[in-house]
């Protein structure tokens, strides 16, 4: 055997075993190109990554705890639609933390075969939050019908498969280059402040991080007058900075709440002391992640990409 060739053959096996190994695997919800990746991909930008697409969320949390994948990328709250309730149930109910959090801009673009003109579009596709995301675009083209489709990756995917120039779709600018599509109207979204807030995802580990300046929980409170304004001033007393809180009925529980909330902060310990003071408190109390807030505002965002 040629010795170079040897030589060679070992080295490619050592780097990709090495290329590898140092790979995250993190899990989406849709197939390629849906926002879940664009969050992904700016979240881990100086990292290697491998996008593993399931069909659900039920389906990714379970990649994730049965170790086919390193993280989860889940969008949580979008600007103009709200928080995305069933995702904080199951977030409560697995043995998974979250780790981080990220927002962007959504920016919804049509995406059309190459070649094609505006009046061969008959039928635009996409996820139905896209849609009404970008109705006012579709007002001045009342022959055109809206479809739903599961997720705005997979419409551009069938766009590109069934080669119909009647058929076009909205997405990212991401799945419109995967697909082999042309975007002939960029942001074509009504509003233009539209961020979609997403948390990264890990399975639950029994060291606890000591860098980390914010935390999402999880709490029912105790059957007493004043219990919400009680932990409220507590929360107060110790310097934390509640910004979101949320409440959900409990499933079996009629009349009975269940509340979210996001802490941010700078004192670690003081933080610790909170979360001892609140516990005797509540009826229940889950810490479902400490995590370093996402540094870029908003702000920040839009005008980076105007």
């Known amino acids: 055997m040629n010795c170079n060739y040897s030589f060679k053959k070992e080295r490619y096996i050592n780097v990709l075993f090495y290329h590898l190994l140092i790979m995250k695997r993190v899990a989406i919800q849709g197939i390629k190109g849906a926002f879940h990746e664009v969050a992904a991909k700016k979240y881990f930008e100086h990292e290697e990554i491998e996008i593993i697409g399931e069909k659900n969320f039920e389906d990714v949390v379970q990649s994730v705890i049965n170790g086919n994948s390193d993280f989860w990328v889940i969008a949580i709250e979008n600007t103009i639609a709200g928080t995305i309730y069933p995702n904080l149930n199951l977030l409560k109910d697995k043995p998974v933390d979250i780790c981080g959090e990220i927002f962007i801009r959504i920016k919804q673009n049509l995406a059309v075969l190459p ?92 060291e606890k991080k000591s860098d980390f300046n914010k935390v999402s929980l999880s709490f029912v409170l105790s059957h007493h007058v004043g219990s919400l304004v009680q932990i409220l001033a507590v929360i107060s007393a110790y310097g934390m900075d509640l910004t979101k809180i949320e409440s959900l009925p409990i499933l079996w529980e009629p009349l009975n709440y269940r509340f979210y909330i996001d802490i941010t902060f700078e004192d670690i310990e003081k933080y610790r002391e909170m979360i001892s003071a609140i516990h005797p408190l509540l009826k229940e109390l889950h810490i479902l992640g400490e995590y370093q807030a996402w540094e870029t505002s908003r702000t920040q965002i839009h005008q980076e990409e105007n």
Do not use: C
């Not at 479809?147 to 419409?155: C, G, P, R, S, V």
């Not at 419109?176 to 942001?187: D, K, N, R, V």
């Open 115 to 206: 070649w094609t003109k505006i009046e061969d579009l008959k039928e635009v596709h996409s996820h139905y939050m896209a849609l009404n995301q970008t109705r006012d675009f579709f007002h001045h083209y009342p022959h055109i019908q809206l479809i739903n489709a599961e997720d705005t990756a997979l419409a551009m995917q069938q766009v590109s498969t069934l080669k119909d120039k009647t058929i076009w779709a909205v997405g990212s600018e991401l799945a419109a280059e995967m697909y082999g599509l042309e975007i002939i109207g960029e942001g074509i979204e009504t509003n233009k402040k539209n961020y979609t807030r997403f948390f990264i995802i890990q399975p639950q580990k029994e």
